[in-house]
């Protein structure tokens, strides 16, 4: 009897024990943050796949973007190379200036009203000849650009033939080698290209070039006789 009851009483105590320890782990918290994160580390979870399909899509994007930032890029490298530099007037732009007249030139019947229009679309131009030679008026004008310099341009009608007077800043453009003349101490190169002669010069802070199929004694007179 006396055996049964201290069976008894051990059996009471161990369920005591084991219902205190349960009780114990019960009232622990359980950080299971810190578990799921050793999980993912060592097993990554799957990308979804239509998180794929859209990274997908953007890697043509993105190719696109690069290729036009590094076209953006260079061409900012390139205006700014050339922004300081004079544009070369060689013979054959100065032949495309001369034959585009007709098509992108304003009517004018005068110099002072092709000055006004020109002014008015440039302000800072160096400004036309203030006198043309007897009989020669003016009949359209245009503002021309080369190479991001400006010039400003008028066609004169000389006894049927039109002759192209183009003026830039001194500054702004480069005259090309050419056949050199001096007439009463100023200097004119000489050249020609499509069929069109061409004398250049510069007059303090003008450019000048002036431009028909004249013969070029006739064109060098012509210059000689515009007053500046």
């Not at 219902?19 to 060592?42: N, Q």
């Not at 796949?49 to 993105?62: D, I, M, N, T, V």
């Amino acid at each position: 009897m006396t055996d049964a009851n201290e069976h008894d009483l051990l059996d009471e105590q161990t369920d005591r024990a084991i219902a205190a320890r349960l009780g114990k782990l019960r009232s622990t918290p359980v950080d299971l943050a810190r578990l799921r994160t050793a999980i993912e580390r060592e097993v990554p979870r799957p990308e979804p796949a239509h998180g794929r399909r859209r990274l997908g899509w953007l890697s043509p994007l993105r190719a696109i973007a690069a290729t036009l930032l590094v076209a953006a890029i260079a061409t900012i490298a390139v205006v700014i190379a050339t922004t300081g530099r004079p544009a070369l007037a060689s013979a054959d732009r100065m032949a495309e200036v001369h034959m585009s007249m007709g098509s992108m030139s304003r009517t004018v019947s005068s110099l002072e009203e092709a000055e006004k229009a020109l002014r008015a679309e440039w302000p800072q131009q160096p400004g036309l000849p203030s006198g043309l030679p007897a009989d020669d008026k003016p009949m359209a004008c245009c503002i021309h650009n080369l190479d991001g310099k400006q010039m400003s341009c008028v066609a004169v009608d000389l006894a049927g033939t039109r002759v192209s007077i183009a003026v830039g800043r001194a500054d702004d453009f480069k005259i090309p080698p050419g056949s050199r003349r001096t007439i009463d101490d100023h200097e004119y190169v000489i050249d020609s290209a499509q069929g069109i002669n061409m004398v250049m010069t510069k007059r303090g802070v003008r450019w000048i070039c002036v431009m028909s199929a004249l013969p070029i004694d006739e064109l060098v007179t012509f210059t000689e006789k515009v007053v500046w």
